[in-house]
């Protein structure tokens, strides 16, 4: 089953508009806010399958095994695809999803597609952090940011690319860790004192330890199969005083997933990012000395609670030569994070122009030289 927030005033589907924060209506221009769309309007357009199109959803492609939140589809012999099939709630055309995607579009109308029971129970966020960012602030960024690449290839910046930019709510876990370091280390401190014609260096040796509790709050760890860590991570900062209880509205227009991972299974991730940060603090604490030489340290590391939200991310994924490149926009603040392909046959031109102008001063130098 999916469901679609339909406009009151004509029907159309409505979007969450990152400007006013509200759904809008494309086609009326009509706005409400989350809150004024469920208080008028209670639930939005539920679509129950027909008999009929399950029955030509069994018959597609192979057999289908029939679950509680939608079809699940094997495709012939060999490799099974883990995808469901839904319809969609405007035009009743088919939506092929796989087992993680909780808010998706419509191939053939283009209708935003959420599908609730995919963020029932534990799979529902605690809180979404709505888009900021919107679509056409997104790619005039990407526009910008190709225009520093004197290599860029030219089907980098064509209008076919720049229509793939997509709106991605990616599950984020936002975890506290509380961290406790012991700290031994060996510190010296030279002074130089000089007596007539003679310098005496003297070095002071310290013993010093240090035993500090810390605590980090809300580290944020993308926990979708599909996104790329190092990519997520440079995303960073979010400001989570924007957060807001979870509503599917938000979602409204936008791609997003369900979590892949739990906080547990990232343990090891979380607690590698907190102890860098643990070891960091305690090392500064320790100042004024010219040598410092850590003997022994110690760190426990506790989680002591963990959030599941939805953070917004604008994302390109474009393949030149056999090789992958990505961008990203944070959703809220505009940070963006990519690597420019390069082409080959532009840097070939730009070296032989530029070989070509340094022979033609060459042999202008020296045609002036013979004349003189």
Known sequence: MVITYKCPSCGAPMVFNPESQKLFCEHCQTELSVKEYEARYGKPLMREETEEEKAAARTEGGPVETEEEGEHVSYGKGPTMDVKSYHCSSCGAEVMTDDTTAASVCSFCGSPTLIEERMKGARRPERVLPFRVTKEQAVEKFKAWTKRGLFTPRE??????????????????????????????????????????????????????????????????????????????????????????????????????????????????????????????????????????????????????????????????YRYQGKDYQFAINGQTGKLVGTLPLSKGRMFGWWAGLTAGFFAVSTLVSLVGGLL
């Not at 064509?158 to 876990?173: A, L």
């Not at 790329?228 to 440079?234: A, F, G, N, R």
């Not at 509205?249 to 997933?257: E, F, I, K, Q, T």
């Not at 991730?269 to 320790?286: C, D, F, N, P, S």
């Open 156 to 317: 980098f910046r064509s209008q076919s690319t720049i229509d793939k930019i997509t709106g991605i709510y990616v599950p984020f876990w936002l975890v506290d860790y509380h961290a406790n370091v012991w700290l031994h280390a060996h510190c010296t401190r030279t002074r130089t004192h000089r007596s007539g014609d003679t310098e005496y260096i003297y070095t002071d040796h310290y013993d010093v330890r240090r035993n500090i509790d810390a605590g980090y709050e809300k580290i944020p760890m993308d926990a979708s199969e599909k996104m790329d860590d190092e990519t997520m991570d440079l995303l960073e900062p979010f400001n989570y005083q924007d957060l807001k209880p979870f509503d599917m509205p938000y979602l409204s227009g936008y791609l997003a997933d369900i979590y892949s991972y739990t906080d547990q299974d990232m343990e090891g991730r979380g607690k590698h990012r907190v102890r860098e940060y643990a070891l960091a603090a305690a090392r500064r604490t320790i100042s004024g000395y010219t040598g410092v030489n850590v003997v022994e340290q110690r760190l426990r590391i506790d989680e002591t609670d963990a959030e599941y939200v939805m953070l917004p991310v604008w994302m390109l994924n």
